[in-house]
């Protein structure tokens, strides 16, 4: 099916500019000129207030609120929690003349937006035309810092262009702000009030418990005589701003906010941190957190940054997806993760999916290591809700959720919740993959061992020995493909099932040899069993993989080759997304897939299977894959680039970069595809640079897309920072920074240092 992009932002290699202003593409803009540090994020809504169609969005990583499902079945979760919508901190309110400014009504010209990657900031301004005639022109920045995470920052610039006068103003916080899905604000006001210079209120979530304290600070070149304003789960300042034609003012609020989701914490405690955050924050200069801003992103931009000569769209879209999980994640707080939209919007109600270890980790793991583990850290925090869940559903072991913001299942539909059995492994695949290629088997040892040992114990009791075939395997369960429900052995949950087992054992027997303290601690910590070795060995051994020998493809599940045959390409384009088009259960009658199941293990353990194996199954699956996921596209432009099928390759890249940019799907209004945004990533680094991080070494087999003169891409290796660089004639790789390192090019072992090495392009390579 052909995605259709619907174009309205300038093309710049720096920045995100949109001119002129679309109420109907409003919330979409909203969603791409969003701001996060990690810590909190806001999406690009008006400030002053708009009645039009709008998504008001402020968002903190870890906050979230509890809504009851109903359901009374053993094993079905009863209860959910979801990302709440939080304090809008960016609360402006604009007259003159005692006329309101309101998008939805004012009239305006000369509107833009910008979003600054280089910077990090966002800067939207336009002319005012007031009713009277007066022409004032207004100019909004914002950030949101990405070294002081609780800081975010304000600017409001006006320049009256045919009168000299006033400008009234009431700045704030607001708890009122509605969270869509629920129809209502989850807060309630805990205290408020003012210090010397201080503005503050704090609130805490209706059911859970989870505390905000918000306060904020005023600069400006002119004296400000503001006056307090207080109502319900509000508090702010009013004041004027005297304007003289033809100059400049302005004033600029450094706000803090400061979170915890711990119930037990006293009002006094966080009241008291914010307080003393906020002091801190009375004492910065705006120029100062700009400066410091560029800072941190020139940073990221000298050691993450991708060039792509020929391919101007491609190259903007990159970058902001590059931006885009630097602003959702570098992990400065240990135990935060990655929902499937970020800090964006409220679509996925901030959830995280296994797509953090299967599409996200590869981006930090060879950019930002510490990020990296940090989201593994989040899995190791919230094993114990894990293991409870394991026993909600009669096993033993730990049994990962589907999606969740704080360990708990939060998936509302039990054919996900209870029958999706692959996030647990797509945990251990992370592990392993994260230890092979930075080494870290500190980790290992104290922390990622015991989830292997859990997550094992799960995998032994979820499974069973069929009958007739006397081989182990998974009944009752759906796969990555979620067109498939309550199949018997999907072939994906058993082979990593099958990888897991192995991967366990090995590192068992490793710290046994190596570090035998630290596994006896692990041991008595699991009450680990001799017997449960030999029994996970036996399941591994014995797990049956569906594999047609004759034609080489694995059947994605018992039955899969005999279910009704659908040709996709006749579905009429009307029709998508099937979801909200087909009846639910039709879905599942047909051997049409959502996205890679059997490809997806393919990808993962990339080096394990022949290059006649990855054609034969890639040429079965794609023509019955409809790429109802945004994860789809990525993995099979990978794999048809690594098997020759160049241009195919590029069609499926094609929009991969500018999903959001373009709103491919027509639903970026909701928020960012966060996690389709690293798979972006990986479609430039595993696909064209031909990428492979499951073998012994790291390997690379680079291709160039035709369409482009070149490209350059770097990553962390074992310490060492490679530069890679791709032209018509020539493949060069050099360690940038940290000494040498060897990888493998084309099939030969390279050592790569400072003084670089250059390759002919391979044979074939050019796409």
């Not at 979801?82 to 309101?102: C, F, G, K, P």
């Not at 019955?624 to 690594?642: D, G, Q, V």
Request: proline share 3%; net charge negative; hydrophobic share 35%.
């Amino acid at each position: 099916m052909a995605k259709v992009a619907d174009k309205y932002l300038k093309v710049d290699p720096w920045a995100i500019i949109e001119e002129g202003f679309d109420p109907e593409r409003n919330r979409t803009s909203e969603s791409i000129f969003s701001l996060g540090n990690e810590y909190m994020g806001v999406r690009g809504y008006a400030e002053e207030g708009y009645s039009g169609d709008s998504l008001p969005g402020s968002y903190f990583n870890g906050l979230n609120e509890q809504m009851d499902v109903g359901n009374h079945y053993k094993g079905i979760i009863r209860s959910l929690r979801y990302m709440v919508n939080a304090v809008d901190w960016l609360y402006t309110r604009i007259s003159v003349d005692e006329e309101q400014l309101d998008l939805a009504h004012s009239m305006v010209t000369d509107y833009s937006r910008r979003l600054d990657l280089r910077t990090g900031t966002y800067r939207r301004e336009f002319i005012w035309h007031l009713a009277s005639g007066k022409q004032l022109k207004i100019s909004f920045t914002r950030l949101v810092s990405m070294t002081m995470s609780h800081l975010g920052l304000q600017q409001i610039g006006f320049e009256p262009l045919n009168f000299s006068g006033s400008v009234n103003i009431c700045t704030g916080l607001d708890f009122t702000m509605i969270h869509e899905e629920r129809g209502q604000s989850m807060w309630k006001e805990l205290r408020s009030g003012e210090a010397p210079d201080i503005t503050a209120i704090m609130a805490e979530t209706l059911t859970t418990g989870n505390k905000l304290f918000s306060g904020f600070v005023l600069q400006s070149s002119q004296t400000l005589n503001t006056e307090l304003v207080e109502h319900d789960r509000f508090i702010g300042r009013k004041f004027t701003l005297e304007l003289t034609q033809g100059e400049r003012a302005s004033y600029t609020k450094l706000v803090v906010n400061a979170t915890d989701s711990n119930a037990s914490r006293t009002e006094d405690s966080l009241w008291a941190e914010g307080m003393k955050l906020a002091a801190a924050a009375s004492r910065l200069e705006d120029q100062e957190v700009f400066a410091d801003q560029t800072s941190y992103w020139s940073s990221i931009w000298a050691t993450s940054d991708i060039v792509i000569e020929g391919d101007p769209e491609n190259q903007q879209g990159i970058r902001f997806c590059i931006f885009q999980l630097y602003q959702t994640y570098h992990g400065d707080h240990p135990g935060y993760n990655i929902g499937a939209k970020g800090l964006t919007g409220e679509a996925y109600r901030g959830l995280a999916f296994w797509d953090t270890e299967s599409y996200c980790l590869p981006f930090y793991m060879f950019n930002n290591p510490k990020a990296a583990r940090s989201l593994l850290e989040f899995r190791y925090k919230t094993l114990p809700e894990a293991l409870q869940r394991g026993k909600d559903v009669d096993c033993e072991g730990a049994f990962y959720p589907i999606a969740t913001i704080d360990g708990t299942e939060s998936c509302d539909l039990w054919q996900h919740s209870n029958l999706q059995l692959h996030v647990g492994t797509a945990v251990s695949y992370g592990i392993w993959h994260y230890v092979k290629n930075t080494g870290d088997r500190e980790f290992l040892y104290s922390k990622g061992a015991e989830m292997l040992i859990q997550i094992s114990r799960f995998y032994a009791t979820r499974g069973q020995w069929g009958q007739r075939s006397g081989e182990y395997g998974y009944f009752g369960v759906m796969g990555p493909d979620e067109f498939q429900l309550m199949v018997n052995n999907n072939c994906y949950i058993n082979l990593m099932a099958q990888k897991l087992f192995e991967y366990t054992l090995e590192t068992i027997a490793e710290m046994k040899l190596k570090v035998p303290s630290e596994y006896a601690a692990v041991a008595a910590k699991t009450a680990l069993r001799e017997e449960e070795l030999s029994d996970w060995d036996a399941k591994r051994e014995h797990m049956k993989i569906p594999l047609d020998t004759e034609s080489g493809v694995y059947e994605e599940h018992d039955g899969f080759f005999d279910m009704p045959h659908i040709d996709i390409h006749s579905i009429p384009v009307t029709d998508f997304p099937l979801y909200s088009n087909w009846s639910y259960d039709r879905l599942y009658r047909y051997d049409m897939i959502k996205q890679p199941d059997v490809l997806m293990f393919m990808f993962l353990y990339n080096g394990q299977f022949s290059r006649e194996a990855k054609i034969a199954n890639y040429e079965y699956y794609e023509s019955r894959c409809i790429h109802e996921s945004s994860l789809s596209p990525s993995i099979h432009s990978i794999l048809a680039s690594e098997i020759g099928k160049h241009e195919e390759a590029y069609n499926f890249f094609e929009f991969a970069t500018r999903l959001d940019l373009d709103n491919y799907n027509r639903n970026t209004r909701e928020g960012l595809h966060t996690t389709s945004i690293a798979a972006a990533w990986m479609n430039i680094v595993y696909g064209f640079g031909g990428m492979r991080s499951d073998g012994a070494r790291l390997s690379f087999q680079p291709a160039l897309p035709q369409r482009w003169t070149s490209y350059s891409f770097q990553v962390m290796y074992e310490g060492v920072l490679l530069g890679i660089v791709v032209n018509k004639d020539a493949v060069s790789f050099r360690a940038i920074e940290g000494g040498s390192t060897e990888v493998i090019v084309y099939g030969q072992l390279l050592k790569v240092d400072a003084a670089g090495t250059k390759l002919p392009l391979g044979e074939g390579m050019m796409a």
